[in-house]
């Protein structure tokens, strides 16, 4: 692996475990290199400046980052092209692109994309290279690739083989996704389950409600998992319930080990924070390219460490798609406190993110559905499920809401089951829900869809 020495104008050696100044004077020295190239080439960010009377010499740290308005998906959707770094004066590596990914679709029902220079490249695998100590991603593996194959190159589908490749590890691909192409060349769930025991698969890494579809389907089948030691998930909140009860399934299939990592990230943010152990929080693998900060969700002022408020980041060091202050979309607690289950200083997030749709009012009560996706998670009988907020009586506007709970689970135990959702709905979410069974394809077919929607709203726009 590439001393870090070797690069100490973009880094330093063992930044995970840096003083906290320290890493701050780096991300500082960054982040006016950046700031100045935005106001230089990026049409977002330079209109956006201009706009609010700031130039370079009003951002200098990144606590003057709080003079910039924040940024959020709708703007990046709205035009992608005006997030990409542009100059002739930029470095060749900076230039010249090296692939182009993808993320959620534009208004106009085009994917958007992330453009990845050369120089975006090299730093996303020299990180990956780096947190290999955290991941355990051994030389020796053979990683399933268990991300679907979309039409376009799904952000953790493309950078999956960097990763594998940063460390000199083997990958497969199991190409399971919607079959949209005049070409035959998706595979079922079942030929994904026998590549992985034909190929003695070590590591699987996908979406998390995918990844446990895998570990069902191969429960069913008989399938040989031996081999595989660790499982890596993404993609999805993953509730400590969902990963006990994976944990649970690779046991009884006889795994060589039942280690999960669980990853949090996105595609705009260009790199995942990790947990070192369950529950230790999130920690933050590239703080030398990425500063993160939690905000309120009125006024956009950063929250002190340990408060809740909107997860927001800033690309320090990025030369293709650049974000500043972007909101992500999660409602979280940060710290910058020493790690106590492993001593690093980068700071991570210490509660488990709540997306903001998660949190609805129905029947007038402000309910948090996380807590009832939690407990969904803990019933070992509930194969899929899905959340639908929706109208009581759809032909009447103003109809009151009801909270409908689609689950899938074996005919004998069903009627326990119902009972049993009923029962922690109404103490947890302090709503009564109606259940509704259906197979588990009617929830989340794995050949159609890159990951479960876990909650719907299907209640009309009142405004």
Avoid at 146 to 163: I, N, Q, V, W
Avoid at 270 to 298: K, N, R, W, Y
Wanted: overall charge neutral; some cysteine.
């Amino acid at each position: 692996m590439t001393s870090e020495k070797a690069v100490p104008d973009v880094t330093l050696p063992d930044i995970l475990r840096q003083p906290q100044d320290k890493l701050r004077a780096l991300q500082d020295r960054l982040l006016r290199e950046t700031v100045e190239l935005c106001y230089r080439g990026h049409p977002f960010y330079q209109k956006l400046m201009k706009r609010e009377g700031l130039e370079p010499r009003h951002i200098q740290t990144c606590d003057d980052l709080v003079r910039l308005p924040l940024s959020t998906k709708k703007d990046f959707l709205a035009d992608p092209d005006a997030f990409r770094l542009q100059g002739d004066d930029l470095p060749i590596e900076a230039q010249t692109l090296w692939k182009i990914i993808y993320t959620t679709g534009t208004t106009s029902g085009r994917p958007a994309p992330i453009y990845v220079p050369t120089a975006d490249h090299f730093a996303y695998l020299y990180a990956s290279a780096r947190r290999r100590e955290l991941i355990d991603i051994r030389d020796t593996d053979l990683l399933a690739n268990l991300f679907p194959l979309t039409p376009f190159p799904m952000g953790a589908y493309a950078r999956a083989p960097d990763e594998i490749a940063a460390v000199g590890a083997a990958i497969i691909f199991a190409h399971t996704g919607r079959a949209e192409s005049q070409f035959p060349i998706h595979r079922s769930l079942d030929d994904a389950v026998r590549m992985i025991e034909r190929h003695h698969a070590t590591i699987l890494w996908g979406v998390s409600g995918f990844v446990r579809r895998v570990l069902l389907r191969a429960q069913e089948m008989n399938a040989d998992f031996s081999a595989v030691r660790m499982v890596m998930v993404t993609g999805e909140a993953s509730s400590a319930a969902m990963l006990d009860d994976m944990r649970r399934r690779m046991k009884d299939l006889g795994c060589a080990g039942t280690k999960i990592v669980n990853r949090y990230g996105s595609t705009e943010q260009g790199g995942s924070m990790v947990e070192c152990h369950p529950g230790s929080g999130f920690h933050s693998l590239a703080p030398d390219q990425i500063f993160h900060e939690v905000v309120d969700t009125e006024t956009g002022q950063r929250l002190a460490d340990g408060e809740r408020g909107m997860l927001a980041f800033t690309h320090v060091y990025r030369r293709g798609t650049v974000f500043l202050r972007y909101l992500v979309g999660d409602i979280v607690s940060l710290t910058n406190a020493t790690c106590p289950h492993c001593g690093r200083t980068c700071p991570r997030i210490t509660s488990q993110p709540v997306r903001s749709g998660d949190i609805v009012k129905i029947k007038g009560t402000l309910v948090n559905l996380q807590v009832l996706k939690d407990q969904l998670e803990r019933l070992p009988a509930v194969e899929e499920y899905q959340i639908v907020v929706r109208p009581m009586n759809e032909a009447d506007p103003f109809s009151m809401d009801e909270l409908l709970v689609r689950v899938s689970a074996r005919e004998e135990l069903q009627s326990a089951t119902a009972l049993e959702i009923v029962d922690q709905a109404t103490k947890t979410a302090h709503v009564r829900p109606r259940i509704e069974f259906v197979d588990k394809n009617d929830i989340f077919d794995p050949l159609s869809g890159a990951k479960p929607r876990r909650v719907v709203d299907l209640r009309p726009s009142r405004a």
